[in-house]
């Protein structure tokens, strides 16, 4: 069979960690992404769930920058963390 060369760009400590993880599992990260892209090419979908975090919704990242602005033209109040009580 013959082969092809595939390159993108990832965050240089993210690959050093798939790299990490890929050697303790006795793997290399092109026998990781081949066993990657044979599963979807053969499931038709990424095998595993793929979802939006809300809290990056345009709705909310928009609230959040209208509080940003009110809070630094000196309107609204600035709240501390809370802690919970873990007795309740």
Not at 8 to 34: H, I, P, V, W, Y
Not at 46 to 66: A, G, M, Q, T, W
């Amino acid at each position: 069979m013959a082969q092809a060369m595939v390159n993108f760009r990832m965050d240089e400590r993210l690959k050093k960690s798939m790299e990490q993880t890929c050697k303790d599992m006795g793997l290399n990260m092109t026998t990781a992404f081949t066993i990657f892209a044979t599963k979807v090419t053969k499931e038709k979908r990424i095998p595993f769930e793929v979802s939006v975090d809300p809290f990056y919704s345009e709705i909310n990242i928009d609230r959040l920058s209208k509080a940003i602005a009110n809070l630094e033209s000196g309107g609204g109040t600035y709240h501390g963390l809370i802690e919970a009580d873990p007795n309740r």
